[in-house]
């Protein structure tokens, strides 16, 4: 299992278009994939969990990756929230 | 992560706000109350000051009996510490003009209410054990069926959202897509309910998200319910053995609760709908005492022992 903290740089945080996206990513991966705000943890591969959360830029956002492919999850879910 | 703060009784209460404005973002840690009567007599050794604290007629009447000025002074500075979320007066009586002084040095907000102590004393009781009550959220779909609450958990993408439209379409409710707030408001009592932001709607694959209320009407949909039995969806692993008589229970525990779960495998053709349908309404009848697998293995079993079959009904 891998986790990371880290701060959403996206400019527009994740909106409806970009957490399509964010979920779209997630599911290219076999692991199980969870992201929490505010101590509240969705299933990052569930498009309506990640909008309940409203995650705006700037916020602080822990992402947890478990299984045979975390490492690379984490590394394509961290590159996404950098917004690069 | 702080649940509820003065400002939310504030609201909830009608409550009106004496002194102390710059305390009432204080968070509330615990649902317990505290009539600090022992305290107005001076006994402070066991003073819970991080309840909230409620002022009553018998407080009240006992601190103006108090001649001394400096007591008197005294035991209210001792009321309002650092870690006090908010001190309530009852019945809408006098603040004593020393707990003003008190508030305002310490920031800790003193609010007033025109209910009675005891009253008052339980409505917030309940209210805090409402909001301070463990909770978590889940990956699932959340539908009242025939009055029974029905969590829908499985991987993503195996069909939970598809189905809950389909039981909508049946005339059932749905309480909450994909993300499902779960309280546990007593013992043995989940409730769930849809995160604001996401309450009404469903997302399906190929038609993005739908309003189920403006689509089907205010009748397709709860916003919270109690969760009576959890149904996971799998899809059909050719190794695994599924339950073919239904006398097992297995358990899922949530928070500190226990529910039946029930786990069924998905297949081309297999109408989910109906199956969770049926499970919800045989959940209502195991509930009522009928259990069609046990009343079939006990009768099973008595054929076996008396060994002759003796057909009767022919």
Known sequence: MVEKELVVKLETGLQARPAALFVQEANRFQSEIFLEKDGKKVNAKSIMGIMSLAVSTGSKVIITTDGNDEVDAMEALTEFVKGE | ?314
């Not at chain 2, 107005?40 to 003073?47: N, S």
């Open chain 2, 1 to 314: 992560m702080v649940k509820v703060r003065m400002k939310d009784l504030i609201d909830k209460f009608n409550l009106e706000l004496i002194s102390g404005e710059e305390g009432i973002h204080r968070p509330i840690q615990t649902s317990d109350i505290s009539r600090p009567g022992l305290e107005m007599a001076g006994f402070f050794t066991y003073y819970p000051a991080e309840r909230l604290q409620l002022l009553g007629k018998t407080e009240l009447s006992f601190f103006y009996g108090l001649e001394d000025p400096l007591k008197r002074k005294e035991r209210m500075d001792r009321l309002c510490t650092d870690e006090t979320p908010g001190i309530i007066i009852s019945r809408s009586m006098d603040v004593p003009e020393e707990l003003i002084e008190a508030s305002e040095r310490t920031e800790v907000p003193i609010l007033r209410s025109n209910v009675t102590t005891t009253r008052l004393s339980s409505r917030l009781t309940n209210f805090l054990e409402g909001q301070l009550a463990p909770s978590t959220a889940i990956h699932g779909v959340l539908v009242d069926i025939y009055g029974v609450g029905v969590l829908i958990t499985g991987q993503s993408g195996v069909g939970k959202s598809e189905t809950a439209l389909e039981l909508v379409k049946r005339g059932h409710r749905l309480v909450a897509d994909d993300s499902v707030e779960i309280k546990q408001e007593s013992e043995n009592t989940l409730i769930g309910n849809a995160p604001e932001l996401i309450q009404h709607l469903l997302e399906i694959r190929g038609l993005g998200i739908i309003n189920v209320m403006t689509l089907f009407g205010a009748g397709a949909i709860r916003n919270y319910k109690k969760i009576s039995l959890v149904i996971t969806l799998e899809l059909w692993d050719q190794k695994k053995v599924y339950d073919r008589l239904g006398l097992e229970e297995d358990m899922m525990q949530i928070i500190d609760t226990k529910i039946p779960r029930m786990t069924i495998p998905v297949r081309p053709g297999r109408n989910l709908a109906v199956i969770i349908e049926v499970a919800a309404m045989n959940f209502r009848l195991k509930n009522m005492g009928m259990n069609a697998a046990r009343q079939f293995s006990e009768r099973l079993t008595r054929e076996i022992q008396t060994g002759d079959y003796e057909d009767t009904e022919y």
